[in-house]
């Protein structure tokens, strides 16, 4: 019982925008707990620009979640996935899938947690 009042009380502390996260996050966040999950899908060119963003606000062990890194791991993504994979900031996994509406194409998350903070 213990355990479905915590996931109660985490699920209650969820915040979904739709916005820059560039401009809102830093502004809206205010004294709001440390981020503990952040999903990431939007330009795959940004991807870094948000997680730097707000690493100052992630909680130590935060997953961070970045959509398609299959599809855009060479492109729009190469730069973040240089980044999390290599600052020593995070422990991160590939995880592969397909497209959400396409079976035929591969694609992934690259799902990293936050070792320390800087």
């Not at 730069?79 to 020593?88: A, D, M, N, P, T």
């Amino acid at each position: 019982m213990c355990d479905l009042v915590q996931q109660e009380e985490r699920m209650a502390r969820v915040d979904v925008w739709w916005a820059d996260a560039l401009q809102a996050l830093p502004s809206r966040w205010g004294d709001k707990p440390r981020i503990e999950l952040l999903f990431l899908d939007g330009q795959p060119k940004q991807y870094l620009a948000y997680l730097q963003a707000v690493e100052h606000l992630l909680a130590p062990g935060a997953i961070v979640v970045a959509d398609n890194a299959g599809i855009f791991g060479e492109g729009g993504l190469k730069e973040y996935l240089k980044y999390v994979r290599s600052s020593g900031m995070y422990s991160t996994e590939f995880v592969e899938s397909t497209l959400e509406w396409r079976d035929d194409v591969p694609d992934g998350m690259e799902v990293s947690t936050l070792r320390l903070l800087k």
